[in-house]
């Protein structure tokens, strides 16, 4: 437990500071976009109603949401300027949360200023003030308060909304929560959730005690204050200074096998003399546009979802083939390397209660077609929406009764206890031999195949000295042994590390190639 | 422009040349024309709406009239920035208006301050606040006060303090005394008065209590729908026969006065 504990705060410094810097910039952005705005729409109602208007609509949009629609819009401008914009990582994460942190930060802003007693403003007119000496001698100052209490609220909200900016890739507090949803590994989902809310209650509290301080005209309280939040900021901000070098970075997709094979990849680099950081919990559809804008270097991913997604193809054709064709497409489309297939296949794999294997004697899809509209079906959070289900359901007629969607996690947990009969189970997973689940045959090969490869992003293709450090790793990996190190990380008792079962699995590769 | 005059010289003249002001359909100020002369104590008295503060603020271009124009010593207020303008006249009104956020010996200086005297001028200007502090009777422990630690009566002797800092020769005052208890505001105006003598200001006074005017003034001017009504020295308005809307203000003090001095004699009459 003390092991665990101290894993997870190993993580903490580095996530705390990434987090504090992406906060802290959205933050400072919104205050400089929001503090003109406020000053023009205090003193014009119109333009008062259009930008509250505009900011209350913003607000209504969930945050992940948010977040997710930054990529592509910010894709469709990198083409639109011919490339350059990163449409993954800070930039997007900075983005989405400045727009969240304008509402709170403006509604403030213009209730001040518009609140400031008539006979002060009446005054400063009679004496002669200027529209600038009038803001800055006597607007500015009474509506201060009111302005700090916006950026207290906006802080608190962005610190939190943060930890949803893992999920484009950008590295914060959610890290730990993302990856500990996913692997079950809940000191590393109560680390990341107690360093970010302290980090909301510490900004908070200083705030606080800022806003009451100029209320109360207490000048040393509000300096005070404000020197330690600075302090704070300085820490965070050192090693953004202290320059990256060459650090490779391993993007993963959000579960188990992803994590294990990035930090595989990840230590073979590091062996070579790279510096290596993960992305983990990128997205199907993002990653891939990932490599190829040189957002991420490495990763691994499956025959099968490249030709859907990235390829739009739904022609069964041979799993060697299909390989053969992804890499050409990739290099000739988007100068991404297919270096290799790692050797296994992690396919959709419709998964059944061993009972109700034998009692209804289930062992094929088509058997499953018989009895489906007595089954409830569990699925992935994606699976439902991509073409593999719509290929399926053309092959063979099944109608469910009812169809749920689960982080991965939990999707075999509810096959177990019954909440669900069938899964869309992924054929690497440990937990299918674990819980003794029985695979259903596709007898038809309506399911495309799914190897697992690894694609290089264009920057680093050329790098001899990258691509030899990894391509031992091609053909190396066994099904038996994904499977096995997935169920380090996956099982319920006697949990791993994805790096601890990382190199486990390198282990095995070393036998492998000893024998 | 001969505002800034030194305490003892006189104000400037103000002329006003057929100014109007409409909001929409409705006319504030009517085609008024007026001399005012140098060193005069002038009351605009008339009864809520009768146009007498929107006269008064087109003086100082708080607000600028749809027509006509206006003079201060020769000059027309339009040749300058409105900020210029204000800053070499002083402005007294109602609802005081003190900065809470600073503290009397700043608010009294603010004029200074927007006049560009730097940090290096300090001293001269707490000298200043110090000699304004004595002039509207005020205790100098005050200076360093804020002013919601004062009463509306003190504050409103800040408000005078910090109108005359930067010593104009013209002052508007626009209801001064109206929010301060009747003790309170007979010892201010009478105070006032003095000051206006000694500084040798013009000064014009807006308020809707004839009393207050016929003890202040030495000329007053009778508003009504935009319009002078009448236009006399407090002896003429007594006398009677400068028209029904003087006439019908005069009453009141006049009535309230016979009232008490009926009652007094009353009771003289109880106590011998």
């Known amino acids: ?515 | 422009m001969a505002m800034n005059s030194t305490p003892s010289a006189s104000g400037p003249a103000i002329s006003l040349k057929s100014i109007s002001r409409h909001y929409g359909a409705i006319t504030a100020v009517d085609n008024v024309s007026l001399e005012i002369a140098a060193g005069g104590f002038v009351a605009l008295v008339g009864l809520s709406g009768s146009g007498k503060s929107t006269l008064l603020k087109m003086i100082n271009r708080l607000v600028d009239p749809s027509a006509g124009e206006v003079l201060i010593a020769d000059e027309n207020v339009e040749a300058f920035d409105p900020h210029v303008l204000r800053r070499r006249i002083g402005y007294v009104f109602q609802n005081i208006g003190l900065f809470p956020h600073m503290t009397i010996a700043r608010n009294i200086a603010i004029g200074l301050e927007l006049a560009g005297q730097k940090n290096g001028d300090r001293d001269g200007r707490q000298e200043r606040v110090a000699e304004l502090l004595e002039l509207v009777e005020l205790p100098q422990e005050m200076a360093n006060r804020m002013p919601h630690q004062l009463s509306g009566g003190q504050q409103q002797r800040v408000g005078v303090a910090r109108a005359l800092a930067t010593r104009p020769g013209l002052m508007l005052m626009d209801e001064p005394f109206g929010a301060l208890d009747p003790v309170t505001r007979d010892s201010l105006a009478g105070q006032y008065k003095a000051l206006h003598e000694k500084l040798g200001l013009t000064t014009i006074i807006v308020t809707h209590d004839m009393a207050e005017a016929l003890y202040l003034a030495d000329r007053i001017l009778v508003m009504e729908d935009g319009q002078i009504k009448a236009d006399a020295t407090p002896a003429e308005l007594l006398s009677g026969g400068v028209g029904d809307e003087a006439e019908a203000l005069v009453a009141i003090p006049r009535a309230q006065a016979a009232h008490l001095i009926a009652l007094g004699q009353t009771d003289g009459r109880k106590s011998t």
């Open chain 1, 1 to 515: 437990m003390t092991e665990a504990w101290k894993q997870a705060f190993t993580r903490v410094p580095e996530l705390l500071a990434a987090h504090v810097q992406l906060s802290f910039s959205a933050l400072l952005l919104a205050m400089a976009l929001c503090l003109p705005l406020a000053i023009w729409a205090a003193r014009t109602p119109k333009v008062a109603a259009v930008i509250l208007g505009f900011a209350s609509l913003i607000q209504t949009i969930p945050a992940l949401a948010l977040l997710a629609l930054f990529y592509p819009v910010l894709l469709g401008l990198s083409a639109l300027l011919g490339g350059g914009i990163s449409a993954l990582g800070f930039l997007p994460a900075l983005l989405a949360l400045t727009l969240y942190a304008l509402l709170p930060i403006l509604r403030n802003a213009v209730t001040g200023l518009t609140g400031v007693a008539p006979a002060a403003k009446q005054a400063a007119d009679g004496l002669g003030m200027t529209a600038a000496q009038k803001l800055r001698l006597v607007e500015a100052p009474l509506a201060a308060p009111t302005i700090m209490a916006g950026i207290r609220t906006a802080a608190v909200w962005t610190i939190g909304a943060a930890t949803l900016s893992t999920t484009v890739g950008q590295a914060s507090l959610g890290d730990l929560i993302f990856a500990g949803l996913q692997t079950q590994n809940w000191t590393l989902v109560l680390t990341g959730c107690f360093a970010s809310a302290g980090l909301a209650i510490i900004v908070d509290l200083l705030l606080g005690l800022i806003e009451r301080a100029i209320r109360e005209r207490r000048k040393i309280i509000a300096w005070g204050a404000t020197a330690v939040i600075g302090i704070g900021l300085a820490i965070a901000l050192l090693p953004a200074l202290g320059g990256r070098g060459d650090v490779v970075v391993i993007g993963a997709k959000g579960f188990s096998e992803q994590f294990i094979l990035a930090r595989l990849i990840g230590s073979r680099l590091e062996k070579a003399g790279y510096q290596v950081r993960y992305h983990d919990g990128l997205g199907s559809a993002v990653v891939f546009q990932a490599v190829a804008a040189d957002d991420i270097d490495i990763y691994v991913d499956y025959s099968g979802t490249i030709w859907t997604n990235q390829m739009k193809r739904t022609d069964p054709v041979p799993a060697d083939d299909m390989v053969r064709e992804i890499a050409k497409w990739s290099a000739s489309k988007y100068g991404v390397t297919m270096l290799g297939a790692l050797g296994f296949e992690n396919t959709y794999a419709f998964a059944v209660r061993p009972e109700d294997a034998a009692s209804k004697q289930l062992k094929t899809l088509d058997d499953l077609a018989r009895v489906s509209s007595d089954f409830a079906f569990g699925t992935d959070l994606e699976f439902l929406e991509r073409p593999e289900w719509a290929m399926v359901k053309a092959a063979y007629p099944i109608e469910f009764k009812e169809a749920r969607s689960f982080n991965p996690t939990f999707m075999y947990p509810a096959l177990s206890s019954g909440e669900v009969d069938v899964i869309s189970a992924f054929s690497s997973d440990g937990r299918i031999a674990a819980n003794g689940f029985v695979v259903l045959e596709d007898g038809k090969g309506a399911v495309p195949s799914y190897e697992a490869m690894l694609l290089v992003a264009p920057r680093r293709s050329g790098d001899d000295k990258f691509v030899n450090a990894i391509k031992p790793l091609v053909g190396a990996i066994t099904v038996e042994n994904m499977r096995e190190a997935n169920y380090k990380v996956d099982r319920e008792t006697d949990k791993q590390s994805p790096r601890q079962a990382a190199r486990w699995l390198d282990e095995q590769l070393k036998d492998g190639k000893d024998q």
